[in-house]
């Protein structure tokens, strides 16, 4: 089993719907989740982190953390063009010392 | 956010020749600072974690002696591809840890390709 997994997508929506994306993690220790957003051809830049279960918002982003079930999950509402990018769940499993685990990414599509 | 800066944004060698990229943190003391490459089309692999003034951790399958990591002060790390090939050739990324369970902020990449 993979450290980090997430559905592979890609993933279509049209413009101005909610995109659901979800991600699960192995090492039940894990403390701190995070997701990144990543153009073609760039760095990621972090939309949210999540350290407590429950809802997390952040303008039209919302995190969603359940550690019993391991899970983690984006949703962005009112989708734009512009978050048409692979978004990258992210854990950081600490061991003696931090370590962040990506997961592979899904790829998402808002079409106009 | 943390900024972090790194260089250069690409380069092209040739094949056996050793390349350096630099990673500074511009507004945070890092002890610790990650390295990581993603290939086209794949996530982010962790390779290596910077730890200044000690050696470097380096994931499984990473050869130490090809990655020269260095963490000689509290705001930079360089990482040296030593005898470069082809198949290095990819999108490096490093990050500073600021601790304490805080998001990891990126320097913007460096694209290395070795013909």
């Given at each position: 089993q993979?450290?980090?997994e997430q559905n592979s997508g890609p993933l279509s929506v049209p413009e101005g719907a909610i995109a659901s994306l979800n991600?699960?993690?192995?090492?039940?220790?894990s403390q701190s989740f995070f997701w990144?957003?990543?153009?073609?051809?760039?760095?990621?830049?972090?939309?949210?982190?999540?350290?407590?279960?429950?809802?997390?918002?952040?303008?039209?982003?919302?995190?969603?953390?359940?550690?019993?079930?391991?899970?983690?999950?984006?949703?962005?509402?009112?989708?734009?063009?512009?978050?048409s990018a692979t978004y990258l769940?992210?854990?950081?499993?600490?061991?003696?010392?931090?370590?962040?685990?990506?997961?592979?990414?899904?790829?998402?599509?808002?079409?106009? | 956010g943390a900024v972090v800066s790194q260089h250069p944004s690409?380069?092209?060698?040739?094949?056996?020749?050793?390349?350096?990229?630099?990673?500074r943190s511009l507004d945070f003391q890092a002890t610790?600072?990650?390295?990581?490459?993603?290939?086209?089309?794949?996530?982010?692999?962790?390779?290596?974690?910077?730890?200044?003034?000690?050696k470097a951790t380096y994931e499984q399958g990473v050869e130490k002696d090809k990655f020269l990591i260095n963490h000689a002060s509290l705001t930079l790390s360089t990482l040296t591809v030593t005898s470069a090939h082809?198949?290095?050739?990819?999108?490096y990324i490093c990050s500073g840890d600021r601790g304490q369970d805080s998001p990891l902020h990126f320097g913007n990449g460096t694209r290395l390709t070795v013909t």
């Open positions: 993979k450290e980090v991600c699960t993690y192995s090492d039940r220790g990144y957003r990543q153009y073609s051809g760039k760095s990621p830049e972090l939309i949210m982190s999540i350290y407590s279960n429950g809802d997390k918002e952040d303008g039209r982003f919302t995190a969603q953390l359940n550690k019993a079930s391991q899970y983690v999950s984006l949703l962005i509402r009112d989708s734009q063009p512009s978050d769940c992210a854990v950081n499993r600490k061991t003696s010392y931090d370590k962040v685990i990506f997961g592979p990414g899904t790829s998402l599509s808002v079409i106009p | 690409w380069v092209i060698c040739k094949s056996g020749t050793s390349v350096k990229i630099e990673c610790t600072m990650f390295w990581y490459r993603q290939f086209p089309k794949q996530s982010l692999m962790l390779m290596a974690t910077s730890n200044e003034g000690s082809p198949e290095d050739s990819s999108f």
